[in-house]
């Protein structure tokens, strides 16, 4: 397997502008996690969903950050409008965790991350 | 909050060494942790669990140790290798749920 998807890897866009960011799980996973990392918070988890239901969203930081996942192979995250303090590096990650709620802490898999430049 | 914390940003230990990295957490709900490590311009890999009801789990070279009435985790690297030079993030967990805490991250250099 491919493993986890990330497009693009780099994106470097000015302040206001939208930004996209896609992903693509690992085949038969059914829960992927949307993460954010930064030097003073680490990886913090943005949103997650379960069979393509967005279940928890209470990291999203602002109304400005929205993510989608159309299909069990597609994800987006998208920012609009963009923020210096936006710049980071995104990590998509999925596992093979049974259905909400009943499920196992099972191993997360990343993908290799999108890192954003904000200007 | 920070419900998993790694205090020390940075690590240096000669090849051949041990590497000790730390982790305490506040969170008395947590019964699962991990570890993973992160290369440069890749993902965050997982790399050894353990679970609330044993204090000790190796695997190979690497030993997570857990002392819960002091809410800390460590990660012992014997012996130490200059392969092992990443960034190591800690995570607490716990039963029926989802999501992982995860640390700021520890930057290790190995030196040959």
């Known amino acids: 397997d491919a493993g986890v998807i990330q497009s693009p890897r780099h994106e470097v866009t000015e302040m206001g502008q939208e930004v996209t960011l896609r992903c693509k799980p690992i085949s038969g996973h059914n829960s992927l996690f949307w993460y954010r990392q930064t030097m003073m918070r680490g990886l913090e988890l943005l949103i997650y969903?379960?069979?393509?239901?967005?279940?928890?969203d209470s990291g999203m930081p602002e109304d400005r950050f929205s993510a989608k996942m159309p299909n069990a192979s597609f994800s987006t995250l998208k920012i609009q409008p963009s923020e210096p303090r936006d710049s980071a590096v995104y990590f998509c990650?999925?596992?093979?965790?049974?259905?909400?709620?009943?499920?196992?802490?099972?191993?997360?898999?990343f993908g290799p991350g999108t890192r954003l430049t904000v200007l | 909050d920070q419900q998993v914390k790694q205090n020390s940003p940075s690590l240096s230990v000669q090849e051949g060494r041990i590497s000790i990295l730390n982790c305490d957490y506040t969170n008395s709900m947590f019964d699962y942790f991990l570890w993973y490590k992160k290369y440069p311009a890749e993902g965050p890999t997982f790399l050894i669990s353990i679970s609330s009801i044993k204090d000790k789990n190796e695997d190979g070279r690497f030993t997570v140790f857990l002392n819960k009435s002091a809410k800390h985790l460590s990660l012992h690297i014997v012996p130490s290798q200059p392969g092992d030079s990443a960034v190591y993030f800690c995570a607490g967990s716990y039963s029926g749920t989802y999501k992982y805490i995860f640390g700021t991250g520890t930057r290790l250099k190995v030196l040959a």
């Open positions: 969903f379960n069979n393509n239901v967005p279940i928890d």
């Open positions: 990650a999925s596992s093979p965790s049974g259905s909400y709620p009943n499920f196992s802490t099972d191993t997360q898999y």
